[in-house]
């Protein structure tokens, strides 16, 4: 269960921070949003949500905060944007609410991470990672896993649910949909998706039962889920011809993860360099493949 809830918290932490932190910028105009009217963006934003700082009043403070912080030139992490591009198509108020919550997903990726705290002793590894620290469970002991800690952890949790729910989400729905015209149709990398589930409630065995059901979508067919058969040879593959491995049957061979190998051959360039030849072998990643097709795994595809 532990083990779980560690997994389940890194899950909400990672897809948020690489939503807002990682990537927000390419879609977020946040010198646009100086521009904006804020008791326009907090009506805008209370329609997409009941988060109870999507006020005029919050949205002007932070406004005001960030024009001080452009004006004195010292930019940061805002540094690198491609402010004014024509490729942004946020209207102001938009690019006011994505900026007003990507400051908020600062405050609260720092919180949701002392779930990992109180049972893996920190964080980024936990204590079933090499340099954590275990935490033991003692009701009566104030440094040790207790009801006070636990109540810590509900109270996370439910904070963490809550900001996924009211911001990420309506926030990312509503510059999905800004966007969906121009970006739907590129990208997806090969455009089949494979998972293999996670989150399981009667442990890995009760594969109907994952809350992260398994399956594979092709050719971004979203009507049709098939089924896989994660233990078969035949059906899941991984590959190394472009990575920095070898195999002992050759680097053409595909292998069952349960049959895999990882032996180091790293034949990649040398300091300095300017290209990587992706013709040859240029990753540390293995190549995952469902009967034979190119697939994308994880975050995507789950």
């Given at each position: ?5 560690m ?26 949003g ?6 326009k963006a ?19 403070a932070?406004q ?15 540094a ?27 405050e ?11 049972f893996?002793?920190?964080?980024p590894?936990p ?6 620290m ?17 109540a ?8 963490g ?7 990420y989400?309506?926030d ?6 800004v ?17 293999y ?7 890995y ?10 399956g594979?979508?092709?050719d ?13 040879p ?6 190394i ?16 993860p349960?049959e ?7 034949t990649?360039?040398r300091?300095p ?15 995952p ?14």
């Amino acid at each position: 269960m532990v083990r779980n809830i560690m997994e389940a918290v890194l899950y909400m932490h990672d897809h948020t921070v690489h939503f807002y932190q990682l990537h927000a910028l390419d879609w977020v105009d946040i010198v646009s949003g100086l521009k904006a009217d804020p008791k326009k963006a907090a009506l805008l934003a209370q329609e997409l949500s009941p988060w109870e700082k999507n006020t005029e009043g919050y949205f002007k403070a932070t406004q005001e905060r960030l024009k001080k912080f452009v004006a004195s030139g010292q930019l940061g992490i805002f540094a690198n944007g491609y402010w004014g591009h024509p490729a942004y198509k946020l209207t102001p108020e938009q690019n006011l609410i994505a900026t007003v919550h990507y400051l908020d997903a600062l405050e609260w990726q720092k919180e949701i991470v002392k779930v990992h705290a109180v049972f893996g002793g920190k964080n980024p590894h936990p204590n079933f990672l090499v340099g954590g620290m275990p935490c033991s469970i003692d009701l009566n002991e104030a440094n040790s896993i207790n009801a006070d800690r636990l109540a810590l952890v509900r109270q996370k949790l439910e904070e963490g649910k809550k900001f996924i729910d009211q911001v990420y989400i309506p926030d990312l729905l509503m510059i999905a949909g800004v966007y969906k015209d121009e970006w739907s149709k590129i990208g997806g990398g090969v455009s089949n998706y494979l998972s293999y589930g996670d989150f399981p409630i009667h442990g890995y065995a009760g594969v109907e039962d994952f809350l992260t059901p398994r399956g594979i979508v092709l050719d971004r067919d979203l009507s049709r889920v098939h089924p896989v058969d994660a233990n078969s040879p035949e059906e899941i593959k991984e590959y190394i011809y472009h990575s920095w491995y070898k195999y002992t049957e050759g680097d053409k061979a595909g292998l069952h993860p349960y049959e895999g190998e990882t032996n180091l051959q790293y034949t990649g360039p040398r300091s300095p360099y300017k290209h990587l030849d992706v013709e040859d072998k240029y990753s540390w990643i293995k190549t995952p493949r469902w009967k034979e097709k190119p697939m994308e795994v994880g975050p995507l595809p789950a």
